[in-house]
């Protein structure tokens, strides 16, 4: 059984997704749309230590789904997510940069040195 999205700002960023992955020719949006879409019991849910061991330094992790807190970011890196916990985000933003999926297209809409991790 397949149901509607009922979260607008959900929808609204799926449907950014998909026009930008057509405009921009970059399929890595188009995954992203297609994993938002799934049920949101089959989001990702990744922790910090994760994040760090499969990133390099000024890399960019896109988590489709929520950062949680255990472990440490031991260099500079944005996450970007769609939830993060409040003690995740206090962990990243003293070495890093957290921010949402939205802020993450506006600033590099080609998708350039983005690594998934789900």
Known sequence: MNREKTNPQ???LIQELKVL???ENVKLWKRIAR???KST???PSVNLWKVDKNTKENETA???GKVLSSGDINKKITIAALNFSKQAK???NKKGKAITIKEL???NPKGSKVRIIA
């Open 10 to 12: 959900l929808t609204s």
């Open 62 to 64: 896109l988590i489709p």
């Open 21 to 23: 992955s057509n405009k």
């Open 90 to 92: 206090d962990k990243i």
């Open 105 to 107: 297209i506006k600033e």
């Open 35 to 37: 994993d938002l879409e």
């Open 41 to 43: 019991r089959r989001y």
